[in-house]
């Protein structure tokens, strides 16, 4: 077990990390700080089960000058999506579904899916066909199920403008309603493309979590907090952040035409940047939760664990292992938008380093990582037993794809023993 709480101070090396090495990782991180890249980071590696590095930099706030801390609340976005999978996952084991159902089964309006044809951009009107086959909850859980987000830059812009105009949500759902109310407008919505034939970024995981409050009769707030956040003692992970906890949550920043970074006021689906600590009702399974790096990382290493944490069992080595291993076969194409790298490769819930892939970067092979589109990364290196996060908070930033690059770089040549 790893004991958190360790403060940004001179370290000794230990676990195979150099102490001199590892403070490359600073040198990148003030450098960007200091040239108003990103208003302030907090970086985690875990080794072997000893904390390694746990730092914080820069500033939650930058107007008020708040120091960032290393048990600062960030939005974690898209990472949400690994904690739906799992929750998916553990009701899979209690006999609830199978794999391969199709979702109708469990919401009857998925029945009989359409895909886009044709589209006409002067109303938004479109054309359809009958799709080859019904989505089914392993197409939920390797995004090849046709369903898209609504942002012209994560996904088909066509198909987008048709979720637009019928208001379905990005990311975290219009105030009031709630993910049922969503999910049901959805499912009269066309796919991009037959299920099956494609990783296409989108709304599978807020499907996702809607089955899990059906299987479960629970809502996904009740649900996390009770099979997943309270054994693995995640104190600080919520989808409403509770009022003696936001002072904690930073505040996120956006990119200015004249290189300066701004307070991000409006963020996915219009929300006000301080949404986390607003009531709301839609729960979103693929990108609702905010998180601390501590509390993530004891998520990973329950999964790391192939299921256990402190001795509890969450779920069989069996179900971790056939999560992380790679679904899409070679019939299987990936979306223009968002751009994913060559040969990617993804499990139920998570993307993966394989024999096919491992030339790319130095993550070893079996590792599996995911990131949130606030700018928050994390991978695990089952190899190296390593657990990593890299979290700022920033929207829309163009080098988002670098910093998780040369963090990669920067946590890889710091290991002395390999």
């Not at 034939?197 to 649900?223: C, H, I, M, P």
Request: net charge neutral; charged share 20%.
């Amino acid at each position: 077990m790893f004991a958190l709480g360790l403060e940004a101070t001179a370290q000794k090396s230990k676990e195979g990390y150099s102490a001199i090495k590892l403070q490359q990782i600073d040198r990148f991180i003030e450098k960007e700080i200091q040239e108003k890249q990103i208003p302030g980071a907090s970086v985690l590696l875990i080794r072997k089960g000893e904390v390694v590095y746990n730092k914080a930099f820069g500033y939650a706030d930058i107007e008020n000058k708040r120091l960032m801390k290393t048990d600062d609340i960030f939005r974690i976005a898209s990472q949400t999506k690994a904690i739906t999978s799992v929750a998916a996952m553990m009701l899979w084991e209690e006999g609830k579904f199978l794999l391969d159902d199709p979702v109708s089964k469990y919401v009857p309006a998925f029945q009989a899916p359409k895909v886009m044809t044709g589209f006409n951009p002067k109303d938004s009107s479109y054309k359809t066909r009958p799709a080859t086959g019904e989505i089914t909850i392993r197409n939920l859980l390797t995004h090849t199920s046709g369903l898209i987000y609504q942002l012209p830059y994560m996904g088909d812009p066509e198909l987008a403008a048709i979720y637009q105009k019928a208001g379905i949500p990005a990311i975290l759902g219009a105030p009031g309603t709630t993910t049922r109310e969503q999910m049901e407008k959805l499912s009269k919505l066309p796919l991009l493309h037959d299920p099956g034939t494609a990783f296409t970024y989108g709304l599978s995981t807020d499907l996702l979590g809607y089955l899990v409050e059906l299987w479960s009769g629970q809502n996904l707030e009740t649900f996390f907090r009770e099979r997943i956040f309270r054994p693995l003692e995640m104190n600080d992970t919520y989808f409403n952040l509770p009022p003696d906890k936001t002072a904690r949550l930073i505040s996120i920043y956006q990119p200015t035409a004249n290189g300066k970074l701004m307070k991000a006021e409006v963020v996915f689906d219009g929300a006000p940047g301080n949404y986390p600590a607003i009531k709301h009702t839609y729960l979103s399974g693929g990108g609702g939760l905010s998180s601390t790096t501590s509390d993530y990382a004891k998520f990973l290493q329950m999964l790391l664990h192939k299921g256990s944490f402190k001795g509890g069992q969450l779920m069989s080595p069996a179900t971790v292992s056939l999560m992380l291993t790679n679904q899409l076969t070679e019939k299987v194409g990936t979306s223009p938008l968002p751009a994913m790298p060559e040969n990617f490769q993804f499990g139920l819930g998570f993307a993966l380093e394989t024999e096919r892939n491992d030339y790319l970067q130095p993550l070893r092979k079996g590792s599996f990582s995911w990131e949130g589109a606030a700018a928050t990364y994390f991978w695990v290196d089952p190899q190296e037993e390593l657990i990593a996060l890299f979290y700022t908070q920033e929207f829309a930033t163009p080098k988002w794809s670098y910093y998780q690059q040369m963090f990669r770089v920067l946590t890889y040549q710091a290991l002395v023993n390999r």
